[in-house]
C-alpha cells in the first residue's frame, strides 16, 4: 500500500474527539485530531505546520517514544475492534517529509543564549529560539551532538540519520557550536559573559551502583557506550543484567547480539517495569530470560572469579498513591550463576559545578527546584531536558525545552 493512502487510512479511522485523551497523555500536546484531519483532507502542508506547533523532534519521537503510555496507549478506541488510532505511523511519515524551510523564522534581534549540552533537550531549544531570533550558541562537551541517541542508543534502536539531519537543520538556522567544550572543566560562566541566557541541558549521564566495578561487574551505560564506539568488552559469557528500565533492555538486547547468555534480574515482575512494554517484548523475543521478583543482594566470587548474584527474593505490594506496585523482601535467598554482572538500575544528573555556583537553584533534597529557573548576576539560568527531570524521555526533555523557552520569549 501507497504511505500516504496507509497515514489516510489511519487519519480516518479518528473519531477527532472533543477532548482527546490522546493529547492529554502526549509530552509536547501534539494537535493530534487536527492533524488527522488535516491529512484526510489531503492537505499535508497544514498537517506539517500543527506539527511543528509542538515539536521539532518527530523523526526521534515517533520512532522512540513510548506510546503505549502515551498516545496510541489512551486512545478511546484502544478496547474496541477497531483498536488505538496509531498517530506515530503519521508522525513518521510528517517528519520524513518535514525541510529546513518549514520552519518558520522571525527576524534576528541578537539577544545571545547559550545552551550547555547537545542531547535532544539542547538541540531543541537551539531551534525554537533561532526561530524566534535569538542569536544561540550550543557548548557540547563530545565531538557529535545528539546525546543519548549518538553515543548510547544501540543502532538497532534508531539509525536513521536523524542527528545529521539536525546538524544541517541548525547550520541553516545559524546555531553555532563549539565541540569539545565541558561545563565544569573547560567552560565556565566567565567564558559565557557575552550571553543573557543560559540553559542547562547536561542529561542524566551519572550511572547508579550498587556495586564497584570490576573485571566481572560493569555499569550499563559503559557497556553500551563502549558498543556505540564498537569496542566489545565481552562475549560469549553468561550475562545477568541488573534493572527493568530502558537501559537494562537495551544493555540486554546489544548483549545477546555480542553471542551472551543474557538474563534480566528485576525486583518487581515486568509489567512493573519502567522500560517500555514493547522494548520487553522484544527482549523477550530475542530470547533474553526475566529473572522477576529478585532483588540482588551482591556477587559471590570464588577466588578470583564470579561465580553469580547473590539475590533475594520479593513479593509486589499494592501501593495506591504511587502509579505501581511496590516491592517487599522476604528473606528467601538463593544465587543466580552468571559470568558478568551488569548493573542498569538507574541514572542521575551531575550537579556539583552548578550547585556551587547557584544554590538557591536547588532545594533542599539536592534537586532543581521544580521551575528550573534562577538568575546569576545579569543572567537568567534555565535547567532543561534530563537535567531537569531526571532520567526521563525524549519527549519529556522535548516538553521541558519548550516550557523553558517560552520563559525566555515571555521575558
Ligand atoms: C540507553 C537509553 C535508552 C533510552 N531509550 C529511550 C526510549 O526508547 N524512548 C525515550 O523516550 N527515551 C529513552 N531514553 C531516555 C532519553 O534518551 C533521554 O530522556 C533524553 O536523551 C534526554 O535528552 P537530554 O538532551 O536531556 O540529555 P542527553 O541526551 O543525555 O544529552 C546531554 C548532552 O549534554 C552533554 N554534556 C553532558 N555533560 C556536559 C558538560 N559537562 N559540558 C558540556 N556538555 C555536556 C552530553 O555529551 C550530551 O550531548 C533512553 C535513555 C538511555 C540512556
Known amino acids: 500500500m501507497d504511505d500516504f493512502v496507509k497515514v489516510k487510512k489511519i487519519a480516518q479511522k ?38 511543528l506547533e509542538t515539536t521539532n523532534a518527530s523523526f526521534i519521537c515517533a520512532k522512540l517514544c513510548d506510546v503505549q503510555r502515551q498516545c496510541y496507549g489512551h486512545c478511546v478506541l484502544r478496547n474496541t475492534d477497531k483498536g488505538s488510532v496509531a498517530f506515530y505511523e503519521v508522525e513518521a511519515y510528517l517528519a520524513e517529509l518535514i525541510q529546513a524551510q518549514d520552519y518558520v523564522c522571525h527576524d534576528n534581534h541578537g539577544q545571545r543564549v547559550a545552551i550547555i549540552g547537545a542531547g535532544l533537550a539542547g538541540i531543541s531549544a537551539a531551534i525554537d529560539l533561532a526561530q524566534h531570533g535569538y542569536h544561540v550558541e550550543i557548548f557540547e562537551k563530545r565531538e557529535k551532538i545528539g546525546g543519548v541517541i549518538t553515543d548510547t542508543l544501540p543502532d538497532f534502536r534508531f ?11 541548525l547550520d541553516t538556522l545559524g546555531v553555532q557550536i563549539h565541540y569539545g567544550k565541558e561545563w565544569g572543566r573547560n567552560l565556565t560562566i566567565e567564558d559565557l559573559d557575552d550571553f ?42 553468561s550475562v545477568l543484567v541488573i534493572g527493568g528500565g530502558n537501559v537494562a533492555m537495551d544493555v540486554a538486547r546489544a548483549l545477546k547480539r555480542m553471542n551472551n547468555e543474557v538474563k534480566i534480574v528485576y525486583r518487581r515482575t515486568m509489567d512493573q517495569a519502567p522500560a517500555s512494554q514493547i522494548e520487553i517484548a522484544h527482549a523477550k523475543n530475542e530470547g533474553i530470560i ?76 539536592g534537586w532543581v527546584q521544580s521551575e528550573g529557573v534562577a538568575r546569576y548576576k545579569d543572567k537568567t539560568l534555565l535547567v532543561i531536558g534530563d537535567y531537569l527531570l531526571g532520567a526521563s524521555s525524549f519527549a519529556q526533555a522535548v516538553a521541558s525545552s519548550k516550557q523553558a523557552v517560552k520563559k525566555v520569549v515571555d521575558g
Open 196 to 237: 543573557l541566557y543560559i540553559l542547562f541541558a547536561l542529561g542524566a549521564g551519572v550511572s547508579k551502583r550498587n556495586f564497584p566495578s570490576s573485571p566481572f561487574v560493569y555499569d550499563g551505560m559503559e557497556v553500551l557506550r563502549a558498543l556505540k564506539q564498537k569496542r566489545i568488552l565481552f562475549e560469549h559469557k
Open 14 to 51: 479518528c473519531l477527532k474527539c472533543k477532548h482527546p485523551t490522546c493529547v492529554k497523555h502526549c509530552p509536547v500536546g501534539n494537535h493530534i485530531p487536527e492533524i488527522l484531519s488535516a491529512i484526510e483532507q489531503e492537505n499535508i502542508a497544514q498537517a506539517k505546520k500543527l506539527l
Open 159 to 169: 539509525s536513521e540519520g536523524a542527528i545529521e539531519k539536525y546538524e544541517i537543520l
Open 290 to 365: 526475566m529473572e522477576e521478583c529478585l532483588s540482588p543482594v551482591e556477587p559471590i566470587y570464588h577466588k578470583e572469579s564470579l561465580m553469580g548474584l547473590l539475590v533475594e527474593q520479593t513479593k509486589l505490594v499494592e501501593e495506591p498513591t504511587k502509579g505501581r506496585k511496590n516491592f517487599q523482601k522476604t528473606g528467601l535467598t538463593s544465587v543466580i550463576s552468571a559470568d558478568v554482572i551488569v548493573e542498569a538500575i538507574g541514572l542521575e544528573p551531575e550537579y556539583t559545578v552548578l550547585r556551587q555556583l547557584v544554590p538557591a537553584l536547588f532545594d533542599e533534597e
